[in-house]
């Protein structure tokens, strides 16, 4: 009598189970942001839950947990209960952190749902500067090493190792130009109007007023091809000999391990979110770009970031 009794429980756990998952969501919903109020991420955020919120009936709330270079926030959506009622915007920061020796996070720590916005790397030049194009540039790094100077944000940032990358993928040393680092691209920008660099490795988005100020133009972007906002600019590695893209990027993610019909419902009401129009709405107004990956495809696409910049700052460590 024993087993029918155990096989009859083990049965109603499975379908109360089942019952609740298919009954998600039943509670609000938050959404962790490992960065202050206010940025892009955090607006990007709001914006997503907004959109959930909408489409799934129950409120959606943004919790911005800072701390430690983005650690704290990405720690604490990592180790959140995998049910669905916690998700958070991993950034760039998780295929950078770990490679750092900030913390042992990564990709893996996270279910994918949805890549939410792109900001693409790019090379500016003072609107006087001796560098018509992106090819002088480039030659005079490698016929004139260590005499350039640049900047884009703060030491082992992103922008910082988009110059590494490109240097890298010129065959040149990573020490071939000196790097500045500043509090961030508009202070960048404002040192190569002074003079005080010779280009700068930050997006054209944030260069944006500055290139219609006349004061500042775009060599190059870093995007894979010439689309979206930024089509008109030169592609890097399309008109140099150079293989090159890069981006800095954010993503709407779970804990690992949630049910997988949550996870398909995720995918497919943030599927619903972005035909509204807002999100990419307001990344044209900021200058970043919005192209959508979904599931194991933005898994393979962060998989494939965190070894790109694991071996990017491995060249800065040697």
Known sequence: MKRPLQLSLITTALIA???????????PIQIIVPWGAGGNTDTVARL???GLQAQLGVNVNVINRTGGAGVVGHDAMAKAKADGYTLGVATVEI???????????SYEN???ITRLAVNLGGIQVARNSQFEDVNQLTDYIKNNPRKLKASGSGLNS??????IGMLDAMGVPANSVTYVPSEGSSSALMELVSGGIDFTTSSPGEAKSMVEAGMVKNLATMAETNVGLYKDIPVFQQVTPYEYSFATWNTLVAPAGIPKDIQDKLIATMQKVFEEGKLQSFATKQGFEVYPLFGNELGDFMKSEDEKYGKLIDKLKN
């Open 48 to 50: 997503v839950a907004e």
């Open 158 to 163: 992103g922008w910082h190792l988009n110059l």
């Open 17 to 27: 189970s089942t019952s609740a998952m298919a009954a998600w969501p039943e509670k």
């Open 110 to 112: 996270y279910t994918p």
């Open 95 to 105: 295929a950078m952190m770990r490679h750092q020796g900030m913390t042992g996070l």
